[in-house]
């Protein structure tokens, strides 16, 4: 069944809209009644599976999806929510109540119980990340031209210490702007649990507060405000070379076809591997 028959369904004669496609379809849902409905379409059982654990092991944190209907039509996967608001971080720059807000929901889900979250024993401790991050140049490097990295950015890597990191705890790891969804009265949702794990929460924090920089530098301070909690200049500064190589993998993996677009984060890992 395809995602957009499954959100006509879902709609009951509504109107639908889709708000983003990628591995997973997200779409709007207008209902006759006049209220709306958010619909995710997985890509793959196995995502929805994830976040299904996720958002169930972490049932009473303030802040997460409120979940209407996880249901299977043929072979698709789909989570059917409440809708969460019109904005996101991303669309809000410079929007320091919002940036505050959104840092404290961060610090709520690193104090909150990690037990059932996964099945890592340990999750990423600091021997684990520090060797990701030299294996994660190494298998970087074979995408360098394709991406204009310049070999320096490769020869600096090798020479980076890895900074030592707190204990594991439950992580979304990937809390871009635009997973913190706001609505009309300031509150934060914070969405895409596909990816949470055990880590330590200078992973969350450091990702955070590196993609809010790429859309407004003024808001995080008052990101750090919220979350009550900041990291040194030289922790940051290697985290950000990390989580920019990670993206830029991620990216070079799974596309075809040229990669211009992504030059402002191999801006990024340059100017953060010194």
């Known amino acids: 069944m395809q995602p957009r028959d499954i959100a006509n369904a879902l709609a009951e004669d509504g109107n639908v809209h889709e708000i983003s496609r990628g591995p997973n379809h ?5 209902h006759p009644s006049g209220e709306s409905t ?8 196995t995502y929805q599976r994830r976040e299904r654990r996720a958002l169930e092991t972490l049932a009473d944190l303030e802040g997460l999806p409120i979940v209407l209907e996880w249901g299977v039509s ?10 969460a608001g019109r904005w996101t971080l991303g669309s809000l720059p410079g929007d320091e109540a919002s940036a505050r807000a959104v840092g404290a929901m961060l610090r709520r ?7 059932g979250l996964s099945n890592l024993q340990g999750g990423m401790d600091s021997s684990w990340l520090a060797g990701d991050f030299t294996a ?5 490097q074979r995408y360098r031209r394709r991406l204009r990295i310049p070999e320096s950015a490769f020869v600096k890597a090798a020479d980076v210490a890895f900074p030592v990191a707190g204990e594991p705890r439950a992580a979304h790891t990937r809390p871009d702007p635009d997973a913190f969804v706001i609505d009309d009265d300031g509150r934060v949702t914070l969405t895409g649990w596909t990816w949470a794990t055990l880590a330590p929460p200078v992973w969350d924090y450091t990702y955070a507060f590196w993609m809010l920089s790429r859309h407004s530098g003024a808001a995080t301070g008052a990101f750090a405000e919220g979350y009550g909690a900041s990291v040194t200049p030289e922790t940051l500064r290697i985290w950000t070379a990390y989580h920019a190589a990670s ?7 799974t596309r075809d076809g040229r990669l211009e677009d992504l030059q402002p984060v191999v801006d990024d890992l340059v100017a953060s591997i010194k």
């Not at 997200?26 to 207008?30: A, D, K, Q, T």
């Not at 043929?74 to 809708?83: K, Q």
């Not at 889900?109 to 037990?115: A, C, G």
């Not at 994660?136 to 970087?140: D, E, K």
């Open 109 to 115: 889900l690193h104090e909150h119980d990690p037990s």
């Open 136 to 140: 994660t140049f190494s298998r970087l």
């Open 74 to 83: 043929g072979e698709t996967t789909w989570l059917h929510m409440e809708d």
């Open 38 to 45: 958010v619909l995710k379409v997985y890509g793959s059982p």
């Open 26 to 30: 997200i779409y709007r849902l207008y």
């Open 247 to 253: 993206y830029l993998l991620r990216q070079a993996e």
